[in-house]
T-cell receptor, first 109, second 112 residues
Framework: GQNIDQPTEMTATEGAIVQINCTYQTSGFNGLFWYQQHAGEAPTFLSYNVLDGLEEKGRFSSFLSRSKGYSYLLLKELQMKDSASYLCAVRDSNYQLIWGAGTKLIIKP | IAGITQAPTSQILAAGRRMTLRCTQDMRHNAMYWYRQDLGLGLRLIHYSNTAGTTGKGEVPDGYSVSRANTDDFPLTLASAVPSQTSVYFC???????????FGPGTRLTVL
């Protein structure tokens, strides 16, 4: 079967750094996506990794290790507006996205 | 229209009724998708369309049908709604099936 695992919830402090992990087992791999979803809103695209290594985009970075079936999203200089759910999704051999249940990130002042 | 829109925003529906959720995009994207999102579960793909005139089944297609008569519109129909179809439904589109997906604002559907 196909499986994407993420922690259900994490808490961090404003101004700090947080790492959200994602492990996956899928039928084929054609890239990994991270999305942000604020409560009651639609998911919005954050990052995409298809090769091993780190992709940096401002305060957000995403890392991929294909051999380990592992990715993380790193958020730096946390702001209150970063309170949201973060969704990990893997594109499988059929080019369809398999989604994790999401990690709810709570930012405290 | 800018981006991708869905209608209605929310709906309460009696079991057994027929319902069509509308989705329109103005980005000229080839691929479109319908997902449902339930608490504690990841987004689950219902149906997809890689290009106008073609559709395919996703992970949870039973009880749902779609059509793709043109590039812009991708309606989702529940032929006879059941309470287990209570969910938030998101429509999404992408330039092709290997690009990032853009999501509509969602439709919150309650079936009683």
């Amino acid at each position: 079967g196909q499986n994407i695992d993420q922690p259900t919830e994490m808490t961090a402090t404003e101004g700090a750094i947080v790492q959200i992990n994602c492990t996956y087992q899928t039928s084929g791999f054609n890239g990994l996506f991270w999305y942000q979803q604020h409560a009651g809103e639609a998911p919005t695209f954050l990052s995409y990794n298809v090769l091993d290594g780190l992709e940096e985009k401002g305060r957000f970075s995403s890392f991929l290790s294909r051999s380990k079936g592992y990715s993380y999203l790193l958020l730096k200089e946390l702001q209150m507006k970063d309170s949201a759910s973060y969704l990990c999704a893997v594109r499988d051999s059929n080019y369809q996205l398999i989604w994790g249940a999401g990690t709810k990130l709570i930012i405290k002042p | 229209i800018a981006g991708i829109t869905q209608a209605p925003t929310s709906q309460i529906l009696a079991a057994g009724r027929r319902m069509t959720l509308r989705c329109t995009q103005d980005m000229r994207h080839n691929a479109m998708y319908w997902y449902r999102q339930d608490l504690g579960l990841g987004l689950r793909l219902i149906h997809y369309s890689n290009t106008a005139g073609t559709t395919g089944k996703g992970e949870v297609p039973d009880g749902y049908s779609v059509s793709r008569a043109n590039t812009d519109d991708f309606p989702l129909t529940l032929a006879s709604a059941v309470p287990s179809q209570t969910s938030v439904y998101f429509c999404a589109s992408s330039e092709d099936n290997y690009n990032e997906q853009f999501f509509g604002p969602g439709t919150r559907l309650t079936v009683l």
